[in-house]
Nanobody, 127 residues
Framework: QVQLVASGGGLIQPGGSLRLSCAAS????????IGWFRQVPGKEREGVAC????????NYADSVKGRFTISRDNAKNTVYLQMNNLKPEDTAVYYC????????????????????WGQGTQVTVSS
């Protein structure tokens, strides 16, 4: 079965750092772009960061540029999201998702193009 297991969330103070992990299985991970999305109650899901299959191309939401870094280790079937200088407005459930088609550049503006979604991990930034 296809699985995308997000982990690493938790409670962190403003200015702190967290690293989220997304462990994938059940599909050809190395051929698919992976995205991180986040959602808060009452708001639509928004793209945070994504990375293409090889790791050579990334995209970030303007709100996280310079603070978040997405990376992947295809040998481990894992994508990471390093989050630095966290702000209260970063509080959300963070989801990782796999693109619906192989070997293409990732996008953030069209979450519906991602076929497989993990269960999400809660990130709460609060003092």
């Amino acid at each position: 079965q296809v699985q995308l297991v997000a982990s690493g969330g938790g409670l962190i103070q403003p200015g702190g750092s967290l690293r989220l992990s997304c462990a994938a299985s059940g599909f050809a991970f190395e051929y698919y772009a992976i995205g991180w999305f986040r959602q808060v109650p009452g708001k639509e899901r928004e793209g945070v960061a994504c990375i293409n299959s090889s790791g050579g191309s990334t995209n970030y939401a303007d709100s996280v540029k310079g603070r978040f870094t997405i990376s992947r280790d295809n040998a481990k079937n894992t994508v990471y999201l390093q989050m630095n200088n966290l702000k209260p407005e970063d509080t959300a459930v963070y989801y990782c998702a796999a693109d619906g088609l192989p070997n293409r550049l990732c996008v953030l503006s069209r979450p519906y193009e991602y076929n497989y979604w993990g269960q999400g991990t809660q990130v709460t930034v609060s003092s």
